[in-house]
């Protein structure tokens, strides 16, 4: 890797063994850098505050190598990288203001596809997962994981089963707790749907009645202008000698008909008053119809008006016009088919949530059988690493539990909660040494032997979940004496199947690396490119010695580190 504006680190380049990688140097001198760089180039959250002072960004730039047809070469190919003789060139670039960019095998891609590679790539382990581990849920976890298919296959219909139970039991209690208010809903709409029956309306009768009342108000008039109209056309019968439309125009065409043969314009002139005498003859009928049918009869008005009124008093509840009110009377028929159904929802409700309840039941019985064995393949395997890590007597096990609730899941014979992971409650127990009663690793253990069981536990998950390579930032703190010589050779044995690099300040971890790399910071409080060293020979044997003795020259340190990677070099 190569890091450069990030932390107290200026411009250094970092080089793994493909073995083991031992990353040393004083408090502060910038080794977790290496982590959070790495962190980084997996997918990791990038913070603005990690910019060095007074640069624009901050750069981490590393290259991977792949074996043919790995995982992570056909996702990064699948987005378009290329690979560099069978490595893939990753990027990443933090700036000052917060933005983030990612390029793998020279193509820019999302920062999400370097989390999707990093899961097939590296494995990191720190002090945070430490206490991570610490609480119940995680332990569930990360028995899940050790299970594998086991309990990721009932857990996942589990899930589904457990997700439908709970839309239902919100439907079922809103339906129940809403049964006065539905209630009073429906009778409002039956009041209503019985009102509008009781006047039976029709789809636009109120316009028809207005125009019929307007008409019926106005008859005496209606029926003067009518035949006035009527006799100016066709005449009065009361004047024989007077003068209406269709005498004159009869005239006109009279007039032009006797001399048409001369002249073809006058002709269709005469065809044209021969049909305008036409349509005064229809138009004058059908005025004398009008007259004789127009209704001048009050009773007929007074009729009119009431039904106007009745239709105004469901205009007033339920919709502008007639129309508005069926629509009204249509869309409340619906819903108080809808509240009438409650019953018949809240028996099918009943029952799809009884089949649940059973489907679950056997779900999270599967689930606890699926825990139960792994968890006791899980604790041997753990309790063997620990025997390889200086706690030969220390056992540990799985407090594998449930709370007993009537209103809860069958498990076993017995009515107990559950939640959206099963009925079960993990925690992982300790016994350091024979006849201590097991406790929670969070009470039971001290910190030393609280760091090797945590790491018993990632190697347990090492040679079930393998990955490449191995990160491991300080997680043998609170380790000493012969313990940490313990974890050095677990971690060396691991380092023949991995890569694994650790983050350290124990001397007993260091020795038994293939590679150890110095962190020192220059005058400045930086650290630049020759800041980040390979130890060989002499220099290493002087930082093993100040890691021992805080003392690079101090013989009896030198010693101790001498015999230190003597009996490391043994080992392997």
Same mark, same amino acid.
């Given at each position: 890797? %190569? #890091?450069? +504006? ?7 380049? /970092?080089? =793994?063994? @493909? $073995?083991?990688? *031992?990353?040393?140097g004083?408090?502060g001198?910038?080794k977790?850098?290496v ?16 910019? %060095? #002072?007074? +640069? ?7 290259? /991977?190598? =792949?074996? @043919? $047809?790995?995982? *992570? ?7 378009g ?22 390029h ?6 999302p ?12 494995a ?6 430490q ?16 299970a594998?298919d086991?309990?990721?296959?009932p ?10 139970l709970r ?14 208010e539905r ?12 009102e509008?029956a ?15 009342a ?12 009518a ?12 004047d024989?000698?007077?003068i209406?439309?269709?005498t004159l125009v009869?005239?006109?065409h009279?007039?032009l008909?006797?001399v ?6 006058l ?32 009773l007929?008005l007074?009729?009119?008006e ?27 028929s ?20 009884d ?8 779900l999270?019985q ?10 006791s ?13 200086a706690?030969?007597h220390a056992?540990?096990?799985f ?10 899941v069958?498990?076993?014979g017995?009515?107990v ?17 024979p ?6 690793i ?21 040679g ?19 313990a ?5 050779r ?11 690099v ?6 007993q971890v ?38 021992l ?14 015999e ?9």
């Amino acid at each position: 890797m %190569r #890091i450069r +504006s990030l932390g107290v680190i200026d411009d250094a380049v /970092v080089e =793994l063994s @493909p $073995g083991f990688t *031992a990353v040393t140097g004083e408090t502060g001198a910038g080794k977790t850098m290496v982590v959070t760089s790495l962190g980084l180039l997996l997918g990791g959250r990038a913070d603005p505050a990690l910019v %060095r #002072i007074g +640069s624009k960004a901050a750069v981490v730039e590393g290259r /991977v190598v =792949l074996p @043919p $047809g790995a995982p *992570a070469a056909l996702r990064a190919e699948e987005a378009g990288a290329e690979l560099d003789d069978g490595a893939l060139l990753i990027s990443r670039t933090v700036s000052a203001e917060g933005r983030s960019r990612a390029h793998v095998g020279g193509r820019s891609v999302p920062v999400g596809l370097l989390a999707e590679l990093a899961d097939d790539l590296v494995a990191v382990h720190g002090q945070t997962d430490q206490q991570g581990l610490l609480r119940p849920a995680r332990q569930r976890q990360a028995l899940d994981r050790y299970a594998g298919d086991a309990v990721a296959v009932p857990l996942e219909k589990y899930t589904g089963a457990y997700r439908r139970l709970r839309a239902v039991a919100v439907e079922l209690e809103e339906i129940t707790t809403r049964a006065r208010e539905r209630a009073q809903e429906a009778d409002l709409l039956r009041f209503g749907l019985d009102e509008i029956a009781a006047v039976e309306p029709l789809p636009g009768e109120d316009a028809e009645l207005a125009a019929e009342a307007e008409r019926l108000g106005h008859a005496e008039s209606l029926a003067s202008a009518a035949q006035a109209a009527h006799a100016a056309l066709a005449g009065n019968p009361e004047d024989p000698e007077g003068i209406d439309a269709n005498t004159l125009v009869a005239g006109a065409h009279r007039a032009l008909e006797s001399v048409r043969a001369h002249d073809p314009a006058l002709g269709a002139l005469a065809e044209r008053i021969g049909e305008l005498g036409i349509l005064l003859a229809d138009v004058a009928g059908e005025l004398a119809g009008y007259a004789d049918d127009l209704d001048a009869d009050p009773l007929r008005l007074a009729a009119v008006e009431e039904r106007r009124a009745a239709l105004t008093q469901l205009t007033r509840k339920y919709g502008d016009s007639v129309d508005s009110v069926l629509q009204w009377a249509q869309q409340g028929s619906a819903r108080l088919l809808e509240l009438d159904g409650d019953d018949e929802r809240i028996a099918e409700l009943t029952a799809e949530r009884d089949g649940l309840r059973t489907e679950l039941s056997q779900l999270a019985q599967a689930l606890t059988d699926a825990r139960v064995e792994a968890a006791s393949r899980f604790a041997s395997d753990v309790t063997a690493e620990l025997a390889s890590l200086a706690m030969p007597h220390a056992r540990v096990t799985f407090d594998i539990r449930q709370t007993e609730d009537p209103e809860g899941v069958e498990v076993d014979g017995r009515s107990v909660a559950y939640g959206p992971s099963g009925a079960d409650e993990v925690e992982l127990l300790l016994a350091p040494h024979p006849g201590a009663q097991p406790r929670p690793i969070a009470k039971g253990a001290s910190g030393g032997e609280l760091s090797r069981v945590m790491l018993a536990v990632e190697v347990v998950f090492a040679g079930s979940d393998p990955v490449p390579t191995y990160l491991f930032d300080e997680v043998d703190a609170g380790v000493g004496g012969k313990a940490a010589v313990e974890v050095g050779r677990r971690l060396a044995k691991l380092a023949r199947s991995a890569q694994v690099v650790v983050v350290t300040h124990l001397p007993q971890v260091a020795a038994f690396a293939d590679r150890q790399l110095l962190v020192e910071k220059t005058v400045d409080g930086s650290v630049t490119r020759s800041g980040v060293t390979v130890l060989e020979g002499e220099d290493r044997i002087r930082e093993l010695s100040r890691m021992l003795a805080g003392q690079e020259d101090s013989v009896t340190a030198r010693a101790h580190a001498e015999e230190l990677l003597a009996a490391a070099r043994a080992d392997a």
